[in-house]
């Protein structure tokens, strides 16, 4: 079981305008609660992302050599 702790967010009355616009099926906490989560799951992603462009980077000049011996090797045959 999830234990809940209840906090006061403030916020503004056109976002609370806007909530109850595009919310229909949920309460506010809940929908408020799954936005938090979707929104740490994109910044999780996000930087898996550019821990892997860093990892492509840091081994370009490897992949480049391998590639082209590949491409020669092509030729060869």
């Keep these: 079981m999830i234990t ?5 967010v ?5 976002l609370l305008e806007e909530l109850a616009s595009v919310n229909q099926n949920m ?3 809940q929908f408020i ?3 938090v989560i ?13 821990n892997d462009i860093k990892i492509i980077n840091a081994n370009a ?5 391998e590639a082209e011996e590949n491409l020669e090797f092509q ?3």
């Design 4 to 8: 809940k702790t209840k906090k006061s």
């Design 10 to 14: 403030s916020l503004s009355n056109s």
């Design 27 to 29: 309460n506010i906490s």
């Design 33 to 35: 609660e799954s936005a």
């Design 38 to 50: 979707h929104y740490i799951n994109e910044l999780k992603r996000q930087e898996r992302i550019k």
């Design 61 to 65: 000049e490897r992949f480049k050599k």
């Design 75 to 77: 030729d060869e045959s």
